[in-house]
């Protein structure tokens, strides 16, 4: 059995979103049956349903920042029930059984986690469909509780920019007393200054932009470096314990190799088209690192949540409704957003 559910979806990569029908399994003993309220716009959904990465399976319906309420729940699920607020973030499955999975690393699944769209549903058959949608059924082991005390639209981006940017601040150890630079400011980049600031670090942003002077302090940077003065640059240099690059278009990443003290670390959670040229001798001299970080595990994702609660930290959004999508995805590529696009997805019932 299955359910006709209402969605926007990518038919080829060139052709616009644009309503579209798909099945929605109904609730095994493990599943939660989700209405979904608001879903997030990341740059990946442009990505995929552009077909820019080169595997997209069409149709495409976007959406891994997902924000909803449970409708039903199978048997055997004792987490949620019905009525409850309910997330669904970058992942639906994996194999619970490699040592990653073991770790409460499912991001890093040995043998391929299940992504929450575009990826082989080894369920239902056929591909995954993301929150571009009425409804969405999950495995309880892979939806989140959301705080009541946040503005629940704000909160959708959490599961996608908010993760992507705690993770890698609370891996390589963030606190207080160090100095830490966030490079960008976009939609990732708020969210990382957001909790730099949160952690107690001496933050930093790092911008091309003069005009994000003003909207990084209100975000809690202590300071701003433009990354296009040579003098600030070098005024800076050898002093950050830990930079967080958000940056997705081709940059120069020696140059900020170079801000880094010994035993520093660049981590790239932005994701460059091209290979990033690395310069030796920035990385041996200084016995800096340059490392990367995806989102997190599904451990990590609750306790980002349950952070932000505390601390009252949401994404700076723009909502719109569903069929607003293709002017969004053109507005994100100019980064004409502050600093996230979510889809009430209200509209799309309508």
């Keep these: 059995m299955s ?55 069409f149709p495409v319906v976007p959406g891994h920042e997902i ?27 994996s194999c619970r059984t490699c040592s990653s999975c073991a770790r409460d690393l499912e991001q890093y699944c040995l043998n391929g986690a299940t992504q929450t769209y575009n990826t082989p549903d080894k369920i239902s058959g056929g591909s995954t469909y993301g929150g571009y949608s009425e409804s969405i059924v999950v495995d309880e082991a892979f939806v989140l509780h959301v705080p009541t ?57 790092i911008t091309t932009s003069k005009s994000k002077i003003e909207d990084a302090l209100r975000l ?5 470096i433009l990354s296009t003065d040579p003098e600030q640059m070098a005024r800076h240099a050898g002093t950050f314990d830990f930079l967080l690059d958000c940056v997705s278009a081709d940059h120069d990443i020696n140059a900020y190799l170079n801000l880094l003290a010994v035993d520093g670390t660049i981590t790239l959670v932005g994701a460059p088209e091209n290979p990033m040229p690395v310069a030796a001798f920035p990385l041996i001299m200084g016995r800096r690192s340059f490392a990367g970080s995806g989102i997190g595990g599904l451990k990590e994702t609750q306790e980002m949540l349950d952070f932000c609660s505390q601390h009252n930290i949401v994404s700076d959004i723009e909502m719109i409704d569903i069929d607003q999508i293709n002017d969004a995805y053109e507005r994100l590529l100019k980064s004409d957003v502050k600093y996230r696009f979510v889809i009430d997805i209200a509209s799309l019932k309508k």
Excluded at 28 to 50: F, K, M, P, T
Excluded at 67 to 92: H, N, P, Y
Aim: with cysteine; aromatic share 6%; glycine share 12%.
């Design 220 to 224: 809690g940077a202590d300071e701003v």
């Design 67 to 93: 924000v909803g309420r449970v409708t039903a729940v199978g048997s055997a699920v004792t987490k949620f029930k019905q009525g409850d607020l309910a997330a669904v973030g970058c992942l639906v499955d």
């Design 149 to 205: 005390n946040l503005d629940l639209p704000a909160v959708a981006p959490l599961l996608c920019a908010g993760i992507t940017t705690y993770s890698p601040l609370k891996h390589w150890g963030v606190k207080a007393g160090q100095k830490v630079g966030i490079v960008g400011l976009g939609g990732l980049g708020h969210m990382g200054v957001k909790f730099a600031h949160a952690f107690g670090a001496h933050t930093v942003v």
């Design 3 to 57: 359910t006709a559910t209402k969605s926007y979806a990518a038919q080829t990569a060139t052709s616009p979103l644009a309503p579209h029908t798909i099945e929605r399994r109904e609730p095994r003993v493990s599943d939660v049956a989700i209405e979904i309220l608001y879903c997030g716009v990341c740059h990946s959904d442009l990505h995929q349903a552009r077909d820019e990465w080169h595997f997209s399976t």
